[in-house]
């Protein structure tokens, strides 16, 4: 049995275009981990109170393709909070396009990891996260 609901905060919501496909058809694996970084650099940003610059990418797991027309969600948690860097857990769930002599199909998990950054200044100098 998948997971049957997302964990964390909803902070992107996109549609999977034509221009976003791979040779194969299917959704390219970079516009979605694009997708992931932009998500939760937006988080990084919103606890950090500061910019951001993404360290690392880590456990990256695309489970189930993506295709044209799916309403594409990115959810995130933080999971860690250090002295510079925080790691967000993020998870991107779709639902399936719908097609016309189909009944709709549920949301499902499609791709996960966990993203790090880092609090930098102006001139791109980490600083010490601080959280209220
Ligand atoms: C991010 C950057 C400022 C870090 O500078 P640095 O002096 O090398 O930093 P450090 O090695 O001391 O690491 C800083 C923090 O990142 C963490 N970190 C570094 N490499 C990491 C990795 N591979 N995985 C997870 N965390 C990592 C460290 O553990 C540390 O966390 P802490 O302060 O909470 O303990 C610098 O490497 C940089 O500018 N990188 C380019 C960023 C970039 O261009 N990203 C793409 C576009 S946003």
């Known amino acids: 049995m998948g997971d049957i609901q997302a964990e964390g905060e909803l902070i992107l919501r996109t549609q999977a275009m034509p ?37 690392s990418v880590d456990g990256i797991r695309f489970i189930k393709p993506v295709h044209v027309g799916d309403i594409f969600s990115c959810y ?10 925080l790691k967000i ?4 769930w779709v ?7 189909l009944p709709s199909k549920a949301s499902f ?4 990891g966990e993203f790090t950054y880092v609090a930098v200044n102006d001139n791109g100098e980490k600083h010490k996260v601080i959280r209220e």
């Open 19 to 55: 221009a976003d496909t791979n040779a194969n058809g299917d959704i390219f694996g970079g516009w979605i981990m694009s997708q992931m970084d932009i998500a939760g650099g937006m988080m990084a940003k919103a606890v950090a109170k500061s910019r951001t610059v993404t360290v």
């Open 76 to 85: 995130g948690t933080v999971s860690h909070v250090g002295n510079t860097s």
């Open 89 to 92: 857990t993020l998870e991107v």
């Open 95 to 101: 639902e399936p396009v719908l097609r016309s002599n």
């Open 109 to 112: 998990k499609v791709c996960q």
